[in-house]
């Protein structure tokens, strides 16, 4: 009856139209209001309502995560084409020069206190 309000109506309205109209009485409209259910009928409804609710979030979520993923998905995306870029490039211009570049920029100012011998064998103490 909740979800067949209006079909409801028109029916009590039709009926009462053929009853009254045979004594004179003109029906405007009728109204149906102040449903009252059982407990269980009210529970139930209340669980379908949750139910939905509780689907719907899971959807958002859903499409939340498959957003992200794709965020994901792109900037992985990019940072690979930054690296065949850079490969790219050092490839081109001597992989020697890039490595020089890269060991100044990262280099913290201090000098090393070990090293390596050229056998890889041995480490200096150069202090």
């Given amino acids: 009856m909740i979800t067949k309000r209006d079909d409801v ?6 009926k009462l139209e ?7 009485l ?12 059982s407990a269980e009928f ?9 139910a939905e609710q509780e689907a719907l979030k899971a959807k958002e ?16 995306k990019a940072e690979a084409e930054k690296i065949r870029i850079q490969a790219e490039a050092i490839t081109k211009q001597g992989g020697e020069e890039y490595v ?6 990262k280099w913290n ?14 480490l200096i103490n150069l202090k």
């Fill in 9 to 14: 109506r028109d029916s009590i309205t039709s």
């Fill in 109 to 122: 100012g201090q000098l090393p206190a070990t090293m390596l011998s050229d056998d890889s064998n041995m």
């Fill in 61 to 76: 979520d859903l499409e939340r995560v498959k957003f992200e993923a794709q965020q994901q998905i792109e900037k992985s």
């Fill in 42 to 50: 009210d529970r139930v409804i209340e669980q379908k309502v949750k």
């Fill in 26 to 37: 003109i029906i405007n409209d009728v109204n149906v209001t102040d449903f009252e259910f």
């Fill in 18 to 24: 053929n009853k009254l109209s045979e004594r004179g």
């Fill in 100 to 105: 020089k570049l890269q060991w100044i920029q």
